[in-house]
């Protein structure tokens, strides 16, 4: 009796700035003992919008390489993609991929969007509550991370603590559920994650880099991208439709550009706020994966 082998798929994670997609690139060229046998799905929660291309870092067609990437540009800008909705097309890519006779290769810092495809997770349905969010709305960040955090501390640690969008229903969600979905749990409050069979084998690889290295990253790559348009992007962007209370939403880069644009802060200002931003955001990102046992670190 011969015991079928399961497809394999590369999952590469770790925080913003820390190479993912170098070396998911170069992984892809080499994968399977043959060239160009990988395709990449990008797990980015802001990457899957059109549009938003310099400020989220978003790789290039020369960068590329030849290997084909998936689930870039999927979304408009102007509406909200889900979870669900990423947990959805990836599961499509994975299955295209596989019957092409390609490996998938999972690239990505957005956990939750990972956790959503590896454990395969069936999603907690749970409708807008439109009284509680008229009631939400009105407080500020700081009010809703201290509810979250009597309600959920530990979805608190890795939220987005500057977004009121998420923040509203990381709480709608804890409030309905008893808790929000973490990586690695198999329950969350009164939810059961359910999990379905394990159809392929995942291979986990996290990329770990110094703090003080991952930092200077951080500012080079940021200056890189007010140089190379950042801000002429947001300004396009705005210009096309895309309402400054959503550039807020989307936080990072998007957020800090709304409001200088709107002269509501300087561009040095703007600077120094990003990058603090964006350094507390890898460190969430870290704090979400090192709670995964199943991820094998690499030093950067």
């Known amino acids: 009796m011969t015991i079928k082998t399961k497809p394999k798929i590369y999952v590469i ?7 993912k997609t170098a070396y998911s690139i170069k992984l892809a060229k080499k994968v399977g003992g043959l060239p160009g046998q990988g395709e990449i799905i990008s797990a ?3 990457q899957v ?41 990836a ?39 439109k009284k509680l969010r008229a009631h939400l709305k009105v407080k500020p960040p700081s009010e809703l991370l201290v509810m979250l955090k009597k309600l959920d ?11 009121p ?13 008893g808790r929000v979905p973490t990586l690695g749990s198999r329950t969350s409050g009164s939810l059961e994650v359910r999990l379905h069979g394990p159809e392929y084998d995942f291979e986990i690889i996290g990329l770990k880099v110094n703090q003080e290295e991952l930092n200077k990253k951080i500012h080079t790559r940021l200056l890189a991208r007010l140089k190379h348009g950042m801000i002429a992007e947001a300004k396009r962007l705005h ?11 989307l936080g990072l880069e998007y957020r800090y550009l ?43």
């Not at 994670?13 to 190479?19: D, I, K, L, M, R």
């Not at 400020?55 to 990437?69: D, L």
């Not at 501390?153 to 977004?163: E, G, L, Q």
């Not at 969008?165 to 559920?177: S, V």
């Open 13 to 19: 994670v770790g925080p913003t700035a820390s190479g």
């Open 44 to 46: 980015d929660s802001r």
């Open 49 to 89: 919008y059109k549009g938003l291309d310099i400020g989220t870092g978003k790789v290039t067609k020369k960068e590329m390489a030849g290997i084909p990437h998936h689930l870039l540009d999927v979304a408009d800008p102007k509406k909200v993609f889900t979870v669900a909705d990423f947990q959805k097309l």
């Open 91 to 129: 599961q499509q890519k994975i299955e295209e991929i596989i019957k092409r006779g390609k490996t998938p290769i999972i690239v990505g810092g957005t956990g939750f969007y990972i956790q959503a495809v590896v454990d395969n997770l069936v999603l907690p349905e749970v409708a807008p509550d």
């Open 153 to 163: 501390p530990v979805r608190a640690k890795t939220i987005d603590t500057k977004n």
């Open 165 to 177: 969008r998420r923040l509203i229903r990381a709480i709608e969600i804890a409030k309905a559920l």
């Open 239 to 249: 210009e096309d439709g895309l309402s400054w209370k959503r550039m807020e939403e």
């Open 258 to 300: 709304a409001r200088f644009l709107q002269n509501k802060i300087t561009k040095a200002e703007m600077i120094e706020q990003l990058e603090k931003a964006i350094i507390n955001y890898a460190k969430r990102q870290m704090t979400w994966f090192k709670r995964d046992q199943r991820i094998k670190w690499l030093k950067i």
